[in-house]
T-cell receptor, first 115, second 113 residues
Framework: NAGVMQNPRHLVRRRGQEARLRCSPM?????VYWYRQLPEEGLKFMVY????????ESGMPKERFSAEFPKEGPSILRIQQVVRGDSAAYFC?????????????FGAGSRLTVL | AQSVAQPEDQVNVAEGNPLTVKCTYS??????LFWYVQYPNRGLQFLLK??????LVKGSYGFEAEFNKSQTSFHLKKPSALVSDSALYFC???????????FGKGTRLHILP
């Protein structure tokens, strides 16, 4: 029973390129959360999705960032025209229902480096 | 506004001594509180949670946390620290109607041999 799978684990991009980060939730989990971790800043909420729906994207920058969780396939966090400030670890977590009392299961993260 | 604060960036404890990692929260309604641990180059792992009931919650690896409503705190504790407890610890709170979990900045715990 695989946990939350994120890929790639490490991604290097040059400024202006696009980054796509993928997350496959745990089997049976239909809720996905994306967080960004920057040094000295802890874990920042970005977006909360259910299948085919964005529930809360209040933590997403308004420009260049988008997320989806299609009916089939993994959730995708897409960053267009990356800048150096996008360099961070991006973590995906999943739960079987809305968060509430449910424990989030985290993936190992995708580390984006922008040159 | 819903928030969670971890006032210490780093805590150093000698092996075998008790440890405390502090957390305070601000949330409307009854709080759902969590502690997670992160080891290097890994995702976060769940340690324990408080939903309701006994104020002292026991979790994984011998950790426990005490919910204090009057002080709006949820400090993580362990009676006797191990070197292997060295990691980054995050306190988290469920925001209620927003239905998301927000995390503190994290506290780096160093257990000195």
């Amino acid at each position: 029973n695989a946990g939350v799978m994120q890929n790639p684990r490490h991604l290097v991009r040059r400024r202006g390129q696009e980054a796509r980060l993928r997350c496959s939730p745990m089997k049976g989990h239909s809720h996905v959360y994306w967080y960004r971790q920057l040094p000295e800043e802890g874990l920042k909420f970005m977006v909360y999705l259910q299948k085919e729906n964005i529930i809360d994207e209040s933590g997403m920058p308004k420009e260049r960032f988008s997320a989806e969780f299609p009916k089939e396939g993994p959730s995708i966090l897409r960053i267009q025209q990356v800048v150096r400030g996008d360099s961070a670890a991006y973590f995906c977590a999943s739960s079987p229902q809305g968060s509430g009392a449910n424990v989030l299961t985290f993936g190992a993260g995708s580390r984006l480096t922008v040159l | 506004a819903q928030s969670v604060a971890q006032p210490e960036d780093q805590v150093n404890v000698a092996e075998g001594n008790p440890l405390t990692v502090k957390c305070t929260y601000s949330v409307s309604g009854n709080p759902y509180l969590f502690w997670y641990v992160q080891y290097p180059n890994r995702g976060l792992q769940f340690l324990l949670k408080y939903i309701t009931g006994d104020n002292l919650v026991k979790g994984s690896y011998g950790f426990e946390a005490e919910f204090n409503k009057s002080q709006t705190s949820f400090h993580l504790k362990k009676p006797s620290a191990l070197v292997s407890d060295s990691a980054l610890y995050f306190c988290a709170v469920w925001t209620g109607r927003d239905d998301k979990i927000i995390f503190g900045k994290g506290t780096r715990l160093h257990i000195l041999p």
